[in-house]
Each structure stands twice: as structure tokens, then as C-alpha cells.
Nanobody
């Protein structure tokens, strides 16, 4: 059974940084596309970043500020976020797909506010 558990969210001031973690079990993060989504109140869930076989893509508004990476030894995916803005405030979710089924973590809240 695939399980994804996010952690690392919190309250940070504008310009600050956070590192989100997504610990995976039931599959190898090195073998599947791993993704970070976010959802703000009243908005649709949006793809922020994804990584597969070392190749990463990013939503335009986070390019240069967010970095997605994997630690295969820990079977964990990270989202390193710097220069955070109030508009980055959202619940962040880790997601992957296997055998045409999507698996989601429970989400972790990121709040950027002074």
C-alpha cells in the first residue's frame, strides 16, 4: 500500500524559507514521478513542482524560489522554498501515480505572513 506523509509546514514571514518533506512507503520515489501540489482557500489545487528521473519542472510563479529533490536512501521527496510570499500560503500536498491510481498525502499547511 502506498502512503505519503508530508511534514515541515508552518508559519513564516515574507522572504523566509521552509523545507517540506514527503516520506513515501509502498513505492520507490526514484522510480515514479513525484509531485507537490498546493491549494489555497477558494482556489483549485495546482501543481507546483514535479520530479522524475532527476528532471524537475516548476510552476512559473515559483521558478527560482522552489527546488524539488529526492533522497532515495530515505525514500523522501523535498520541496525547498525560499523567498516566500504571502501568495504561497496554502496547504501543500505530495502526490504520485501508480498503476493509474493517484496517491495523496494528508497535506501540510504553509502560511506566509508578517
Amino acid at each position: 500500500q502506498v502512503q505519503l506523509v508530508e511534514s515541515g509546514g508552518g508559519l513564516v514571514q515574507p522572504g523566509g524559507s521552509l523545507i517540506l518533506s514527503c516520506a513515501a512507503s509502498g513505492l520507490l520515489v526514484s522510480s515514479y514521478a513525484m509531485k507537490w501540489y498546493r491549494q489555497s482557500p477558494g482556489k483549485e489545487r495546482e501543481l507546483v513542482a514535479s520530479i522524475f528521473l532527476g528532471y524537475a519542472i516548476y510552476k512559473d510563479s515559483v521558478k527560482g524560489r522552489f527546488t524539488i529533490s529526492t533522497d532515495n536512501a530515505k525514500n523522501t521527496v523535498y520541496l525547498h522554498m525560499i523567498s516566500l510570499k504571502p501568495e504561497d500560503t496554502a496547504v501543500y500536498y505530495c502526490e504520485t501515480d501508480r498503476d493509474s491510481q493517484a496517491y495523496w498525502g494528508q497535506g501540510t499547511q504553509v502560511t506566509v505572513s508578517s
